[in-house]
C-alpha cells in the first residue's frame, strides 16, 4: 500500500499547466474496473455516485456501507484509490485512518461542512492534524473546502480555510463548485496541488481548459454513474416497447 500512495502522491506533483490529473469516479466494483482498464491511473471514489449504487439518497449512507463499497473497488482495481468519505462520519481521526486503510484507500476527500453548514475552519484544521499524524504518510489527504456551497462563495475565505488544512498537512485542497473564472484567483493564493470539478455538459470548460486555469486534478463527482443510470432508464424503456 505504500508504493500505492507513493503512486498517487507523485501523480499530483510537478504536472505541466494544462495537463491535469484526471481521476474518474468509480461507483462499484465493475465500473472501477473499466476505468481501469481505460487507462486511467488512479481513481476517485464519488459519495454520491457510491450512495446512489447502494440505494441511498446523497449523504445518508452508513459509514460501514460506504468502506464496504470502497473496498470492493479497491480489490478490483490495481490502480490507487482515493475516497469521498464525506464529513468523516463523526469517527475519531485515527478510527477514520484504521477504516480508510482496511478498505485500501490510499487518498480521501475531507468536507468542512456538515448538516449543509460550514464547519469552523480553525476546529476543521485540528481534525485534520490530527488525521495526517494518524496517517504518517500513508494516505494522500484531499481537503474539500465548502465555501461555493455552503457558504458566501467569497473566493478570498476559500484562500483562508485552505491555508489552514494545507498547515495541518493536506496534500490536495478541494474548493468545490468554485465558479471557472476564479480558478486563477485561487490558484495565486492556494499553495499545492488543487482539485477542480469537471462538469460533463456541451458548455462546460474541458479538463485541459481547468487545467490551463489553475487545477492540478479533476475529478467529476458522481456524473459518471448518473449518466450510466440514465442510459439504463432509456435502455429500459426501450425494452418495454
Not at 465493475?30 to 482498464?37: I, Q
Not at 468519505?85 to 490510499?106: N, S, T
Not at 490530527?130 to 494522500?140: P, W
Not at 457558504?151 to 478541494?174: F, K
Request: glycine share 10%.
Amino acid at each position: 500500500m505504500t508504493g500505492a500512495v507513493e503512486a498517487l502522491r507523485a501523480l499530483h506533483l510537478r504536472r505541466p499547466q494544462g495537463d491535469p490529473l484526471i481521476l474518474p469516479g468509480p461507483w462499484d466494483a465493475a465500473s472501477a474496473r473499466a476505468l481501469a482498464e481505460a487507462g486511467f491511473e488512479a481513481l476517485a471514489t464519488p459519495s454520491a455516485g457510491v450512495a446512489a449504487a447502494l440505494g441511498y439518497a446523497d449523504g445518508e449512507t452508513p459509514a460501514d456501507e460506504m468502506f464496504a463499497a470502497v473496498a470492493r473497488i479497491t480489490r478490483a482495481v490495481d490502480v490507487p484509490v482515493t475516497a469521498d468519505i464525506e464529513d468523516g462520519y463523526g469517527l475519531a481521526p485515527k478510527e477514520l485512518v484504521e477504516r480508510l486503510l482496511a478498505a485500501g484507500a490510499v487518498g480521501c476527500n475531507i468536507e468542512d461542512s456538515t448538516g449543509g453548514a460550514l464547519k469552523d475552519p480553525r476546529e476543521h484544521a485540528d481534525y485534520l492534524a490530527e488525521f495526517c499524524a494518524a496517517a504518517a504518510g500513508r494516505i494522500l489527504l484531499n481537503a474539500r473546502v465548502d465555501t461555493f456551497v455552503h457558504g458566501d462563495g467569497d473566493p478570498e475565505q476559500a484562500v483562508e480555510r485552505a491555508a489552514l488544512y494545507i498547515a495541518a498537512g493536506a496534500e490536495c485542497v478541494y474548493p468545490i463548485m468554485a465558479p471557472v473564472a476564479v480558478l486563477p484567483l485561487l490558484r495565486s493564493g492556494i499553495e499545492g496541488p488543487l482539485n477542480a470539478l469537471a462538469l460533463l455538459t456541451p458548455d462546460g470548460p474541458s479538463p485541459a481548459a481547468l487545467g490551463e486555469l489553475g487545477a492540478t486534478r479533476i475529478t467529476f463527482g458522481p456524473q459518471l454513474q448518473r449518466r450510466a443510470a440514465a442510459s439504463a432508464a432509456e435502455l429500459a424503456a426501450g425494452l418495454r416497447q
